[in-house]
């Protein structure tokens, strides 16, 4: 391979966690307007998290082998990320438009920012902070309103959604503080394998009819292997590879162009309204997420921050 076509290979890794991650909301609204959504979320993430292990027995074999402490840290992250962050998303998007969706957890960065500033090594809170908080969700009001896109009566599948990006939040942060960190193919199968297994419990206890799998049309499946062969495997290698060729804050300009694209594909291909109250909402979000997300460093603090952790890694 050329030398101009190797510095291109990030970019396009870059370009396709935008257009891929971006498209993984339009897949799960598909998939969940047939399929039960705790169980296909069980389906998705235990076939990917099997992949995943059989990745990491090849590529982080030299690490050796994970201490039941790691095992245990690894699997909260993907119980938060998963199990309750993913679960919240795929029965919101029953309800709510894919756009939307990707809107409304696009606020993620501004939570994790948040959030952040209640431990005790992280960013304290400043005015931009605060400015940003409010200006998103400001923003999460409008594209919420019925005037903005969803219908009059879908204010929980609101909440859920916030509620699952509090979830992403807090699991994005305790995976920053495990002490003894797993290689990345290695951590993103326990999660996605312990997701998959509380996922699994929790469709159980909400008694779900499986019986709508066999009745499933092709493009849910096909919106399913989408979402646990691209969404997952795909996405996160591609993700994986930008982060150790690219700088971390240009891998992390992914939260700002997610949203974007799936706004435009659910308009494109699912016919979802794009009215000037989710224009406007989409703006003030983005603007919140930007507020939030590029505030000084002190100067103290030489090295390059790292890139907001993607909850599409191993979740949406």
Known sequence: MSPRHRRLLPWLALLVVYVVWGSTYMAIRIAVREMPPFAAAAMRFGASGLVMAAIAFFVDREHGRPTRRQLADYALVGVLLLAFGNAMVMWAEQRISSGITALIVGMVPTWLTLFDGLRPQGQPWTLRVWLGVMVGMAGVALVARPGGGIEAGHWPAVAML???SIAWSIGSLYSQSVPRRLPLFSAAAVEMIAG??????ESRLMREDLARFVSASP???LALVYLAVF???????AFAFCLNE???TTVGTYAYVNPVVAVLLGSVFLGEPVSAGLVAGAV????AVLLTTTRRRPPRRV????APVPSEATSS
């Open 303 to 306: 090295q390059e921050p790292t």
């Open 196 to 201: 998959a297994l509380l996922l699994a419990v």
């Open 162 to 164: 916030m509620l699952a």
């Open 246 to 248: 690219l700088p971390a």
């Open 219 to 221: 493009p849910a499946w």
């Open 284 to 287: 003030l979000i983005l603007g």
């Open 231 to 237: 969404g997952s495997l795909v996405g996160f290698t």
